[in-house]
């Protein structure tokens, strides 16, 4: 660099040092992921020189027995899939072999470089490659999969032979020039390692296998185990987060009755740090406690929540258990499916408080209760109503979650249930309960079969979404405010435009498990199997669809979302764990001014490729960026309250070194605020 051009630079980063992010704020890059993976439970430790690898939780970090460092991995910063069942170390390779429940192969070294071998993982296969334990035998690694073995050069990184035994293998163990697998079922096959073991014919029962062949080797476990639970490597406790919430700055998880054997909690998430509400419950409360569904927090305390699940309801004040409401101090019922007094199936699937602090629940599957008051007084309030209840009569709507307040101050929820989905509207200032379940028809005519249907949630010009078996359905905030016996569901539809005057309902026939509404008013859709989708505003535009395979999204099953509107920054809750994108949305700001209009990184340093973002701004506000002396460089609309600038000008070149403008206005035009970003080349 010449002395002048160094004399520039220092001039401009001079000119924009005040202007920088307010003190104490943080942003990650728009497009960024990032994942918040449970290391709790330690199952496997392999010792490699003066690291160890840590298998918890099924995740994986290592730890620097000389400096005491952590390096935690996940499929954000390298690894190539999630869930890891196994693991294990080759001293000749200097690799450690990372095995996923899918099957799935990765390579570690101690430098934290990764290699993905995908053969078995891709393989199209009849035969169950589930992969139940690693033998490694010089620099290579025998799995023992549900049809045979296979043999993995690890220094090649590269599967050199497949055993396809037709058996069930549990251990492979390799000795005295023979490779033995033991079956599930006890039984003990061998063959040389000097012939060709693919041809299942040089494979032969045997019963004189060396005692102790097929031991594990734990004495890492055994030697380092004390000293690893002692270890932080940060994180939530558990994996699974099917309920997700954002709130007060804070994201609220439960396990959401995901039918994993993590044991039901509540897991916040502040500012990078993670709280675990107390758990260890079931000696206080007499009886299992699992599967919570979902919380809420007090709108009069912050530290009070209230969660409720399969076991009955919970409350918590500062992350201390505080009372279980069950059959026996409270108007919740025993499932009717179940013995009379069993405590291990009190259903409340949803929880809500309003605005004035009283908490709404349901109980399902219950003989006599189905939507429940608990007043902020303390006070049981009961609103039951037969048309909540199925089988004749016989019980309450089988799983009655998401329970909503829109903003005309109605309460919705859904019946997330093949055999009766349903959409439930109370008015609670006119008692009026409006159920819509049965003969459900598209603004066409169409009739609609669901299986499920779940996941309410009210967009910025007051429409009424929900997740349904063949579709993101909606009513119109027209239909949610006349609240008629009988309405139209509604899918919208896609104008194909080729020509052909036709159109295709949005996501038509795709099994919508969570949505969400970010600061643009675009809808956020998770499902059950195929990834997450983002929506324009107007319902028009794919702008994103991530799956596991095209971004470091954990699990193609999105359970939840949730969305922090301050940041962008999107939450997916999965059933393998927790991770996110930010966003180019925020919520959008009621006013703009010079103290919470600002423009990141900044300044925007040589070699930075990234969008330049602006936060802070109104709905829809008009975004000019110029030059010091005027000239329009860029302009756009904002997201919410966010705008994103390439750095280049309108012809796609790169802007030359200095200080540009952000100039704003309203959307109605009147004027906003100026905030700078200094661009150094």
């Known amino acids: 660099m010449t002395r002048t051009g160094f004399i520039n630079n220092a001039a401009i980063i001079a000119a924009v040092a005040l202007l920088a992010l307010p003190a104490g704020v943080t942003r990650a890059a728009i497009g960024s992921w990032k994942a918040y993976m449970a290391y709790h439970n330690v ?161 032969s029962t045997v019963t004189d296998a060396p005692a102790g062949l097929f031991d594990a080797d734990n004495s890492a476990y055994e030697k380092y185990h004390e000293l690893v639970e002692t270890l932080n490597p940060g994180g939530p406790h558990y994996n699974s987060m099917g309920f997700t919430m954002f709130k007060n700055g804070r994201l609220y998880t439960v396990n959401g009755g995901t039918g994993e054997n993590d044991k039901a909690c509540v897991q916040v998430l502040e500012n990078g740090k993670w709280t675990v509400y107390e758990n260890d419950i079931e000696d206080a409360i007499g009886h299992r406690f699992l599967n919570l569904m979902s919380c809420d927090v007090d709108p009069k305390a912050p530290g009070h929540v209230f969660a409720g699940g399969q076991t009955g309801l919970y409350e918590y004040r500062d992350g201390k258990f505080v009372k279980e409401y069950t059959y026996d101090n409270s108007p919740l019922k025993v499932a009717s499916t179940v013995s009379a007094g069993n405590k291990n199936y009190v259903i409340v699937p949803s929880v809500k408080f309003d605005a004035a602090g009283n908490l709404w629940l349901t109980n399902s599957i219950s003989p006599s209760t189905s939507l429940l008051e608990l007043t902020a007084g303390g006070e049981w309030i009961d609103h039951h109503d037969s048309r909540l209840m199925v089988e004749n009569g016989t019980r309450s709507m089988e799983q009655m979650n998401g329970l909503m307040f829109d903003s005309r101050g109605l309460l919705w929820f859904g019946n997330n249930y093949w055999n009766i989905p349903a959409l439930i509207r109370y008015a609670p200032s006119a008692d009026a309960l409006t159920v819509y379940r049965n003969g459900f028809t598209n603004q066409d005519g169409v009739g609609l079969t669901l299986t499920f249907l779940k996941d309410v949630t ?175 460089v860029a302009q756009g609309r904002s997201n919410g309250g966010t705008f994103t600038w390439d750095g280049r000008d309108s012809n796609g070149r790169r802007v030359a070194s200095g200080v540009y403008n952000i100039v704003t206005a309203k959307s109605d035009g009147s004027r906003g605020t100026v905030c700078k970003v200094a661009v150094i080349n």
């Open 43 to 203: 199952q496997q430790i392999r010792e490699a020189g003066k690291y160890l690898f840590v298998l918890a939780s099924n995740n994986l970090y290592q730890y620097n027995t000389a400096d005491q460092s952590i390096t935690t991995y996940d499929k954000v910063n390298g690894l190539s899939d999630t869930h890891i069942t196994n693991i294990e170390w080759s001293r000749a390779a200097r690799r450690l072999i990372a095995v996923y429940s899918n099957s799935n192969i990765d390579l570690v070294d101690t430098d934290g470089n990764v290699t993905n071998i995908s053969d078995l993982y891709s393989k199209s296969m009849t035969e169950d490659k589930t992969v139940n334990s690693i033998t490694v035998s010089g620099a290579d690694a025998y799995l023992a999969t549900n049809f045979g073995a296979v043999k993995v050069n690890m220094e090649r990184a590269e599967i050199s032979e497949t055993y396809n035994l037709g058996l069930r293998v549990s251990r492979v163990a390799v000795s005295s020039g023979r490779v033995y697998v033991r079956t599930t079922a006890g039984a003990v096959w061998a063959g040389a390692v000097s012939s060709n073991l693919i041809d299942r014919n040089n494979w």
């Open 458 to 632: 009210e967009d910025r010009d007051g429409n009424l979404w929900f997740g349904t078996s063949i579709g993101p359905l909606y009513i119109t905030a027209a239909q949610a405010a006349e609240g008629a016996s009988q309405t139209v569901f509604n899918q919208f539809k896609v104008p194909r435009n080729d020509g052909s005057n036709l159109a295709d309902y949005l996501l038509n026939n795709t099994g919508i498990s969570a949505i969400a509404i970010d600061g643009a008013n675009r809808k956020w859709f998770g499902t059950s199997t195929n990834g997450v989708y983002l929506i324009s505003a107007d319902n028009m535009t794919q702008i994103h669809h991530f799956t596991t395979d095209n971004s470091p999204l954990l699990s193609n099953n999105v359970m939840d979302i949730a969305i922090d509107d301050a940041t962008g920054e999107v939450f997916f809750g999965t059933e393998f764990g927790l991770c996110s994108y930010m966003s180019d949305a925020t919520a959008p700001a009621g006013e703009m001014d010079k103290d919470n209009v600002y423009a990141y990184p900044n300044p925007v340093e040589p070699g930075y490729t990234g969008l330049i973002t602006v936060t802070g701004l109104s709905f829809d506000a008009d975004v000019k960026v110029t030059t010091a002396t005027g000239h329009l």
